[in-house]
């Protein structure tokens, strides 16, 4: 005993360690080997062993500890000022609205300058000119000569466009490929909106920062500004008709309220029930979000298609109409049609919706789909809708019998509306296309020159390889002013602009908002028009929008207001303030934030948008001004490792054309010297030449430490990094370029790990929610085994000592994984054992030693396979026990923009419903074949077809459809340093200790392998699909929130003429060029 207590005393004189008693007593009598419980002071000792050496090494080779010294050192010189929220959201808002009228003054101007030059041009029909069809320019024929309609087009890249070859001197026209190039009322509009040309590139001078500028035309063709090549598909065909797009109609028409009835009595069988379904799908892709809609099938008894709705109308979103789009397919031809009582049914759906106040509240509309009607019904119009005709009646005529065609031409001119005759699916688009320009009138014949927003979508044209560009789309309506076609209210077209929800984020001063603050805004029907929160791609990598990405409400992402407060004060263009905990998701939703936000929100005037902000408390509430001389801020400011975050407004260099390719820096030199045509956001470039002076030591130090050859001799140290709260960033390499292992930081195609335009770098966010001098350390992507994965350690740089005191920059370095690794694995075999014999290691084979992250990701495993792999996957028994003890919190998120993969027996014609462009080329052989039956019967081809088609293949089919899910998040608990556990399995105890690590955000986790314990399972982060039963599932599709209607609506006008209302003798040539214009184009190639 005496020996033993000897020991001690040794032992502790010469390592100066404060080990129990216990710990030696267990060493003493434990050197055989590891049984029963893991001792917590070996874990302590390899913790504290571990923790001391990596944040050394991160302090040294960071300069945090040099780079707040010297903030310390002007501490007494900073202004702190805490950000008045409400001014803020005021003063963008405003800054908005300029940008914004910029846009609609260039509109006005190129509606002016149509509507004089229609004016000015008289229609003639043997007119014959030849312009630059955007599809053929540059095309020529094998004996090297231009093709028609082509000719040399000069194009080169430009910077703007997304390094796209464009011509900015003149514009090209784009005609739909069912449509015939040469169709002289295409020529003579092309003819005379040539002269949008000049207006295109004054505009463009004017404001620099447009992009497409474009006048779409009622007649179809599309008239575009730059020039652009334009490339058709697989199959020849371009899926574009600018009159189906939603700045067209949105423009075109007022918002309106449409019931769909649909005739699926006997004779509708086969082929004509095919036309049907596309024209119904058709239709519904003219309508928009500030319309209203329900579909009726009748023969003998009504169906709603979705029964769910009854009684009812809904929104026309992208998910309801999808939804009713996919009922179409369920429509089966039976029995006798009663078409008075679906009349009658429509007409008092239309009424009591509209009474209840949750409708367009401006036009009302009937589209009858059949293929005949027995009577002119003339008892229920008179009924419900004469004298006032409030209601406008569409009858489509399916199939080519002429027998009924009177009756339903009657019913659309004696209720205002407009008849047409489909007789194969080449027909449906440019006849649905009719109803359009009758619900114009009004609105042309008051010349109320509407000008229109749409909601955020991505334009594929400027995608290229950046990966998605959302848009918004001001467009405004083109009238014929000639006084003999007044009263006949003739719409020419529509022209719009296109704007990048990426230069509306330009307009937002990040480092105004904190590092988790955030701008967003919404429109009318509280669809979000940009928030950091909005997925429009999968996430598979293949950047494919989802279906309703562009409908996507803000309820669905600031998910915790669960009373809409935030949502419906914005939507009712509301000033004011919010505040709520919230959870963030990080790291492509594998981490959580919980944050307390406060939230302020106003309108934007001259839009239907409404801008607000959300600031985190503490830290992100805060902001400090330095005070430094401007000639010595340039001089560090010119250093070569400075660069400043390329999606943040600086200096505005678009407006001059000398200053387009000046960089920031530049431009900021330029300002400051007095160049009088530079304008620049005064208080960040101040603010950043006080950043760039206080950070300037940093470039000395780190060089030094680079060129001291006894320091990083194994070059586990590639980089060292900060940023600055003003989009400031240093980088600096302790290896050469093509050493390192990972260039993210370098190249920047990792865009979470720089500034962009609506977050900070992922490294600075969480190094942010880190206690004051200690650092995080993440992965920077799944590194698995690779030799070339790295490791990231971070530290923010406090103002003050506070933990809610402003924060002024985030250093960091990036190291080897291996480096790191070969750190951890060392320390783990530490122990107190004069022999150097330790009882216990990692690399004992009854014991596992993970390096595991705050939110529960594995960083060190003995395999290497499991590195960045959740560790609940690997150790699902300890991580329930855990979260059990208290250890780590799960905290449950949801995403309602999620998309579930569903398993359905589908035909080819509900592939075709889904895409309609491309049931124009599939159905050219159906073409052929009604061309030779041109003269015989109807119905001998629909009783042939119908019984062809019934036995059609049906297979099973992938989709991915809008789904909402529930999935968990781990955080661990700050104030547990340590905690030792056991698990009782089935037939033993499993034992484990978990270790945080000092001043950083990582546990050493050792668990006894001797006990098996995998009845418990995985605890994953899968998610899962939040089911909902049909009753719960029908009150979400009827369920309506909060929306604001358009300011204007134009139903009627007393002079329109109702006379012009449709009829059936132009359906022959109209098959006869949609059959030539498909065979040309299509077998041309």
């Not at 005993?1 to 004189?13: A, E």
């Not at 409404?610 to 010119?638: P, Q």
């Not at 101040?686 to 060129?707: C, N, R």
């Not at 098996?1012 to 699909?1025: A, R």
Request: charged share 25%.
């Amino acid at each position: 005993m005496d020996k033993k207590l000897h020991l001690i005393i040794i032992i502790n004189m010469k390592y100066e360690i404060h080990y129990s008693f216990l710990l030696l007593l267990w060493i003493t009598h434990n050197t055989s080997g590891v049984s029963g419980d893991i001792p917590p002071a070996i874990v302590k000792l390899w913790s504290s062993a571990f923790g001391g050496e990596i944040k050394s090494i991160a302090v040294k080779y960071s300069g945090s500890q040099l780079l707040q010294k010297k903030y310390k050192e002007l501490e007494q010189s900073l202004r702190v000022e805490e950000i008045n929220g409400l001014r803020l959201v005021k003063s963008l808002a405003e800054n908005m609205e300029q940008m914004f009228n910029k846009k609609s003054q260039a509109i006005k101007r190129l509606v002016e300058a149509a509507e004089d030059a229609h004016l000015n041009h008289e229609e003639d029909p043997e007119l014959q000119y030849e312009y630059f069809n955007a599809v053929l320019i540059n095309e020529f024929d094998e004996e090297g000569r231009s093709v028609d309609l082509g000719g040399e087009f000069l194009l080169q890249p430009s910077e703007h466009f997304n390094n796209l070859s464009v011509n900015l001197s003149l514009s090209v026209v784009q005609v739909p490929t069912n449509m015939y190039n040469k169709d002289s009322a295409i020529v003579n509009g092309v003819y005379w909106s040539e002269a949008l040309n000049k207006v295109f590139v004054d505009n463009f001078q004017q404001d620099p920062s447009l992009i497409w500028q474009y006048f779409g035309s009622a007649k179809g063709f599309f008239r575009q500004y730059p020039g652009i090549k334009w490339t058709p598909d697989e199959h020849g065909v371009i899926e574009f008709d600018c009159r189906n797009r939603k700045w067209y109609i949105q423009a075109a028409t007022s918002p309106k309220d449409v019931v769909i009835l649909v005739d699926v009595s006997g004779s509708m069988k086969g082929l004509r029930l095919t036309i049907a379904r596309q024209t119904v799908s058709s239709i519904l892709d003219t309508l928009g979000d500030d319309d209203f809609i329900n579909i009726i099938a009748y023969n003998e008894e009504l169906q709603y298609v979705e029964p769910c709705l009854n009684g009812t109308l809904v929104q026309a979103d992208i998910g309801n109409k999808n939804h009713l789009r996919g009922r179409l397919e369920k429509l089966f031809a039976k029995g006798i049609g009663l078409l008075d009582v679906a009349l009658t049914e429509a007409f008092e759906l239309l009424s009591n919706f509209n009474e209840t106040g949750r409708g367009s509240g401006c036009s009302q509309a009937i589209m009858l789909v059949t293929d005949g009607a027995v009577d002119t019904y003339d008892f229920v119009f008179d009924k419900y809708n004469w004298p006032d005709r409030k209601v406008r009646i569409f009858p489509y005529l399916i199939g080519r019998e002429s027998a009924f065609a009177d009756n339903l031409k009657w019913m659309a001119c004696a209720n205002k509306g407009y008849f047409t005759q489909i007789s194969t699916l080449a027909d449906v688009q440019e006849n649905v296309m009719e109803y359009l320009h009758v619900l114009s009138r009004p609105k042309v014949i008051d010349q109320e020159h509407d000008m229109v927003w749409t909601e955020a979508y991505i334009d594929s044209t400027l995608q290229g390889g950046q990966g998605p560009v959302l848009t918004t789309t001001v467009a405004m309506p083109v009238f014929s002013t000639k006084n003999e076609t007044r009263n006949k209210g003739i719409l020419l077209g529509v022209v719009g602009t296109d704007v990048p929800v990426s230069e509306i984020l330009k307009a937002i001063p990040k480092y105004k908002l904190g590092i988790h603050g955030y701008a967003f805004a919404i429109t009318n029907n509280g669809y979000i028009l940009t928030h950091p929160d909005l997925q429009p791609l999968f996430k598979d990598g293949k950047k494919k929008r989802k279906s309703s990405y562009s409908s996507v409400d803000l309820s669905e992402v600031e998910w915790e207001d669960k009373e809409d407060v935030l949502r419906n004060a914005m939507v009712n263009r509301e000033t004011g303030s919010f505040s709520m905990e919230v959870k963030k998701i990080m790291d492509k939703g594998k981490r959580v934030l919980v944050l307390h936000n406060d939230y302020y929100y106003t309108d934007i005037k001259g839009t239907p948008f409404s801008l607000g902000v959300a600031l985190s408390r503490g830290h992100g509430k805060y902001f400090f001004r330095g005070n430094i001389s401007v000639e010595e801020g340039l001089h560090d400011l010119e250093h070569p490792d400075i660069a400043l975050a390329e999606e943040w407004m600086y200096c505005n260099t678009a407006e001059h054309p000398d200053h387009h390719f000046l960089s920031e820096i530049e431009a900021i030199k330029l300002y400051f010297n007095g160049e009088s045509h530079i304008k620049c956001d005064k208080d960040l470039v101040e603010e950043v030449l006080f950043d760039a002076m206080v950070t300037a030591p940093l470039e000395a130090y780190w060089t030094s430490l680079a060129l001291n050859k006894s320091e990083n001799s194994d070059k586990g140290v590639e980089i060292a990094y900060l940023g600055t709260r003003t989009g400031l960033s240093r980088i600096n390499l302790f290896v050469m370029p093509d050493q390192l292992s990972n260039q993210d930081l370098l190249t920047g195609e990792d865009k979470e790990l720089v500034f962009s335009a609506d977050h900070f770098p992922l490294w600075y966010k969480r190094a942010a929610e880190q206690v004051p001098g200690t650092f995080v350390y993440s992965l920077p992507y799944n590194a698995g085994s690779e030799n070339d994965s790295v490791l990231l350690a971070s530290s923010a740089i406090h103002l003050f000592d506070e933990r809610e005191s402003p924060i002024a920059a985030a250093v960091g370095i990036q190291m080897k994984m291996e480096f790191f690794q070969r750190k951890f694995w060392t320390a783990s075999r530490q122990c107190a054992s004069l022999d150097g014999k330790c009882a216990i290691s990692c690399d004992n084979d009854d014991i596992s030693c993970y390096l595991i992250d705050n939110n529960g990701f594995i960083i060190i495993a003995e395999d290497s396979s499991l590195t960045g792999v959740f560790f609940g996957e690997a150790e699902g028994a300890v991580m329930s026990k855990l979260v059990a003890m208290g250890s780590f919190k799960r905290v449950n998120m949801y995403d309602y923009q999620a998309t579930c993969r569903v398993y359905s027996e589908s035909s080819d014609t509900a592939h075709r419903l889904i895409h309609p462009f491309l049931a124009l080329v599939t159905t050219v052989q159906k073409l052929l074949v009604e061309f030779v039956i041109f003269f015989i019967e109807f119905n001998l081809y629909s009783w042939w077809y119908s019984d062809v088609t019934a036995k059609a293949q049906r297979g099973i089919r992938t989709m991915w459809v809008p789904c909402d899910t529930e999935y968990p998040a781990f955080v661990s608990e700050r104030t547990i340093k340590e905690t030792v556990g056991n698990i009782e399995c089935e037939d033993c105890i499993k034992s484990f200790v978990i270790q945080q690590i000092p001043s950083s955000n990582l546990f050493m986790v050792v668990i006894d392998n001797e006990c098996d314990c995998s009845e418990f399972g995985d605890v994953t982060l899968k998610p899962i699909e939040m089911m909902y039963n049909e009753s719960l599932k029908c009150e979400r599709l009827k369920f309506q929130k909060d929306r604001r209607r358009p300011d204007t609506c134009h139903p009627f006008h007393p002079e329109e003429n109702s006379m012009e209302c449709g009829g059936s003798q132009t359906v022959i040539p109209s098959l006869t060029t949609t059959f030539l214009s498909l065979i040309v184009s299509i077998f041309s190639r």
